[in-house]
Nanobody, 126 residues
Framework: QVQLVESGGGLVQAGGSLRLSCAAS????????MGWFRQAPGKEREFVAA????????HYANSVKGRFTISRDNAKNSVYLQMNSLKPEDTAVYYC???????????????????WGKGTLVTVSA
């Protein structure tokens, strides 16, 4: 079992930065690929970024490439999302997810993820 708890959301002006954290419980955290997803009001949940269990590979949605950076610290059972140059369209609830398979984290289906956190709200004002 893996439990995920996100933190770091908040209100920020356009052009600003935020760093999201996801703390995981469980001794098997380092075996999971991790991902960040987001869901804006009235929209479906979408992929944002993913990182392999070893941290050697990352993958990003085109909409955030060059602005967001995903990282992980297996010693701290944590994964992070550094978000720079934020835009109003980045406003959403951001979720952390874990799955044993890289293909599932990066290509879905989204409802097939092994574990989800409860999310943290990011609001970007114009």
């Amino acid at each position: 079992q893996v439990q995920l708890v996100e933190s770091g959301g908040g209100l920020v002006q356009a052009g600003g930065s935020l760093r999201l954290s996801c703390a995981a419980s469980g001794r098997t955290f380092s075996t999971y690929a991790m991902g960040w997803f987001r869901q804006a009001p009235g929209k479906e949940r979408e992929f944002v970024a993913a990182i392999r269990f070893s941290g050697t590979n990352t993958h990003y949605a085109n909409s955030v490439k060059g602005r967001f950076t995903i990282s992980r610290d297996n010693a701290k059972n944590s994964v992070y999302l550094q978000m720079n140059s934020l835009k109003p369209e980045d406003t959403a609830v951001y979720y952390c997810a874990a799955d044993l398979y890289w293909g599932v984290i990066t290509r879905g289906p989204i409802d097939a993820m092994d574990y989800w956190g409860k999310g943290t709200l990011v609001t970007v004002s114009a």
